[in-house]
């Protein structure tokens, strides 16, 4: 298993509005697991530093390539935590934009595509402002004990979100291309 295990799943059914959110930190979890880049394994990367707790479903959207070199990032509203490894068809509201050690590291927002609880959800404005609070205060202060510099940004609404998901899967597109192209 490596990590190109992933990359066969697309972005999403209807890109940039519905995308693909593979989880690697279910709700509610202070543990913080990545896909190890060598083996394709979900690994305990590390605990939080403070009682926090990841305010949604956290994981990436496969084959996109953010700023930061890694995938694209997303945050997924649900009724309840799902697991590890869990496929999410999302329909994406929002963009967090915020930097993190100096780099944009932006987080795709969005809600369960198929789930009736959010059949209504088309923005940001569906949203309870308490809880897009909540998430921007985890975001703010989720390292701070461990010492690393993060500045949150805020919130950018769905054309921004589906400008990025486009940019993130055209700049995973070109990266996949010079790799191919630089294998002949």
């Not at 209504?120 to 921007?136: F, G, K, N, T």
Request: aromatic content about 12%; hydrophobic content about 35%; charged content about 25%.
């Amino acid at each position: 298993m490596n990590r190109y295990d992933f990359m066969h799943v697309p972005p999403g059914s209807d890109i940039p509005f519905v995308v693909n959110a593979i989880i690697e930190i279910p709700q509610g979890r202070r543990s913080k697991f990545e896909v190890d880049k060598n083996t394709g394994l979900f690994r305990l990367d590390r605990y939080l530093y403070s009682s926090s707790h990841y305010p949604g479903d956290y994981g990436f959207i496969p084959q996109t390539l953010a700023e930061d070199g890694d995938a694209l990032d997303i945050l997924v509203m649900v009724s309840e935590p799902t697991f590890t490894g869990c496929l999410i068809e999302t329909r994406v509201l929002g963009l967090f934009k915020m930097s993190d050690r100096g780099q944009n590291d932006y987080k795709v927002f969005g809600v369960p595509h198929t789930d009736p609880l959010f059949a209504d959800y088309e923005s940001l404005a569906d949203v309870s402002p308490h809880y897009l609070r909540e998430i921007e205060h985890f975001f703010a202060t989720y390292k701070q004990l461990e010492g690393a510099h993060v500045e949150t940004k805020g919130w950018a609404g769905a054309k921004d979100a589906t400008d990025e998901v486009r940019q993130s899967v055209d700049r995973y597109n070109k990266a996949r291309l010079g790799a191919w192209a630089s294998t002949d």
